[in-house]
């Protein structure tokens, strides 16, 4: 009987995993979108206006909504927390931030489905640095899987033919490294998953991302259309689910299985795009999402000893 109970919190567990990058998909899936409905009012023209101005209304209503989200939706009473909590706290709130704008920065560079190879070297990053952390001994199968997981998605992009650009890989990596450090920070039994621990990290990049965006921009207001604040909100809800999922599976399983688990955020934007926007699949992406979905199994027969 515990057997089977274990087994169901497990597998309960594993789904807050994939939940969480399903969630995220949805988010970077519509802002590309987001971007070519943002050219009508933020020309290419190499003014301030139109180099970060898309960037920071995104973000301004991704964090507002998100924060709003949370804030409706927390009903757990308040806790005191201890000056080392709020400290560890604020430095996720930071480095989430960070991994957010500059992942949005990246795809505005770069093609999302090239964005992600450069993004998705953090569940490898993550897996060494609990390691060394933790004082743990790697094992090769292990890493053979991560690789191969890396291996899925570059055969998964493989029918993109833009170029990279040196920036939009620059701020990819950018964004990685944030992620492990927030995967890293979160682990730790002073963090309480749910919508309260959303809401916190959420309000200050809020106001910062608002206060610079109506001081830099001239025309605050009036550059925003309703075409782009519907892909803001669809992003920002995205956003809200993978940031309440993502916390939770840290919580439960770690930030290495949790990490591993979230290889699978490439081959969901896929699907949406075959759902949503009548996208083709080619036989290079059938191969990768296998390959993907191969290792990330594996990976996570492995993980379970990082938990």
Do not use: C
Request: charged share 10%; no cysteine; aromatic share 14%.
């Amino acid at each position: 009987m515990s057997n089977k109970f274990s087994l169901s919190i497990l597998t309960a567990s594993i789904v807050t995993a994939i939940l969480a990058a399903f969630f995220f998909s949805l988010a970077a899936t519509v802002v590309p979108y987001f971007y070519t409905a943002s050219k009508l009012y933020f020309p290419d023209d190499g003014s301030l206006n139109s180099s970060i101005g898309p960037l920071f209304l995104l973000l301004a209503v991704r964090y507002v909504s998100t924060f709003t989200i949370s804030s409706l939706l927390n009903k757990s009473p308040k806790k005191t927390k201890s000056k080392a909590t709020h400290t560890r706290l604020i430095f996720i709130s930071i480095f989430q931030a960070l991994f957010i704008a500059s992942y949005m920065f990246s795809i505005k560079l770069i093609p999302l489905s090239l964005a992600v190879v450069v993004i998705y070297t953090f569940p490898i990053i993550t897996f060494f640095v609990n390691s060394l952390i933790k004082g743990r001994s790697i094992d090769f199968l292990s890493v053979a899987a991560l690789l191969v997981s890396l291996l899925g998605i570059w055969v998964l992009v493989q029918g993109d033919t833009s170029d990279w650009n040196l920036w939009g890989i620059f701020w990819g990596m950018v964004a990685s490294l944030a992620q492990v450090t927030v995967n890293i920070l979160s682990r730790h039994e002073s963090i309480e998953s749910g919508w309260g621990l959303v809401k916190y990290i959420t309000v200050l990049p809020s106001i910062v991302f608002v206060l610079v965006y109506f001081i830099v921009i001239a025309n605050p207001i009036a550059s925003v259309s309703s075409e782009m604040l519907i892909w803001s909100i669809l992003s920002a809800i995205g956003m809200s689910g993978g940031f309440y999922f993502f916390f939770r599976s840290i919580s439960i399983i770690g930030p290495v299985r949790t990490s591993n688990v979230m290889y699978l955020e490439p081959i969901f934007t896929i699907i949406l795009g075959v759902i949503l926007l009548q996208d083709k699949l080619g036989q290079s992406q059938w191969i990768g999402m296998l390959i993907i979905f191969i290792a990330t199994i594996s990976l996570e027969r492995w993980g379970k000893k990082y938990n």
